[in-house]
């Protein structure tokens, strides 16, 4: 009989603590975080029947907290860059698998941290005004992060925000609209993010938009002040972060001029930026355009490291 020795013994329950340490840490870097202390701003109570659904593929409805769900890199892997995932759904819903957890995965496995944003869905039911609302949940997220950018590893001058559809709308909200925040901002903390990637976004409220977001965040009969706040083509300037942007030839739900007319005021105003047009693929896609062997994923880092972000 091998009489096991004092040191395998605490070799053992080591390997025992550190299988254990490693489980705690991973479940403790998927805990959310809820975007604000105390009350929530721009908010009323919300009615009895007004609570947070999720159906059966995953869509997320109703969100009363907004929070951030982090997907931090291996240590030995994080480069410090950081991104915020707005995920999609016309403003109604929030596509949080596909659009958010799958992205924000593939991002850590890469090396960046990233964030899934859940944002509060316009409605009058729970907002004083429901058009600012996924705004000001976008631009806390961005101020969050850089609060905690010390603790989490990550370079304040490296966050970004993404975003899918009417998710991609919200996103580019956020890149346009920094100079007139809709929360709080202390001084060295800017909520202007440091680069964007818009996936077959929403950008316009106009001719081009599509219909059920604009529906659901400014209302059909906004006034044309309105339509041409909120119509992100309008609002680029010669300070506005990088860009990367994704859209197919044959998106039926949100017409490619959508990225052409952003990406053409972006020419205008000489900000840096990828256009990534397929000729095929549809909406709705997330990461895999299933019409083509290119991974735009693949590409996005290409450009994050072409602008130093990497």
Not at 135 to 141: E, I
Not at 299 to 305: A, Q, R
Request: hydrophobic residues 40%; charged residues 20%.
């Amino acid at each position: 009989m091998t009489l096991q020795t004092p040191f395998k013994k605490i070799t053992c329950g080591l390997a025992v603590f550190m299988l254990f340490l490693n489980i705690s840490c991973a479940a403790q870097q998927n805990d959310t975080i809820q975007l604000y202390k105390g009350a929530v701003p721009n908010s009323k109570p919300a009615p009895p029947d007004y609570k947070e659904e999720v159906n059966k593929d995953g869509l997320i409805s109703k969100v009363v907290t907004p929070t951030l769900l982090p997907f931090f890199p291996e240590k030995d892997k994080a480069n410090g860059t950081a991104v915020i995932i707005c995920p999609g759904g016309g403003y109604m819903f929030l596509a949080y698998q596909h659009e958010g957890i799958a992205v924000a995965k593939k991002f850590a496995e890469n090396g960046i941290t990233a964030f899934v944003l859940k944002y509060r869905l316009p409605s009058d039911k729970i907002m004083a005004d429901r058009s600012i609302g996924p705004l000001q949940d976008a631009q806390r997220a961005i101020q969050l992060v850089r609060e905690n950018a010390a603790a989490w590893g990550i370079d304040p001058k490296k966050v970004g925000i993404m975003g899918f559809s009417a998710g991609g709308h919200l996103a580019a909200t956020a890149t346009t609209h920094y100079d007139t925040p809709v929360i709080p901002v202390t001084e060295g903390n800017s909520v202007r993010p440091d680069f964007s990637m818009l996936i077959y976004p929403v950008i316009s409220m106009g001719k081009y938009t599509h219909q059920g977001s604009k529906e659901n965040l400014i209302g059909a009969n906004a006034s044309q002040k309105t339509v041409d706040a909120f119509s992100n083509e309008k609002q680029v300037k010669a300070d506005t972060p990088p860009v990367f942007l994704v859209h197919s030839q044959d998106d039926d739900v949100v017409p490619v001029q959508n990225v052409l007319m952003f990406y053409e005021a972006m020419i205008a105003h000489k900000v840096k930026g990828e256009l990534n047009c397929y000729q095929s693929g549809g909406h709705g896609y997330g990461m895999n355009n299933p019409t083509t062997k290119d991974e735009w994923f693949a590409s996005g880092l290409k450009w994050l490291y072409q602008n130093g972000m990497l």
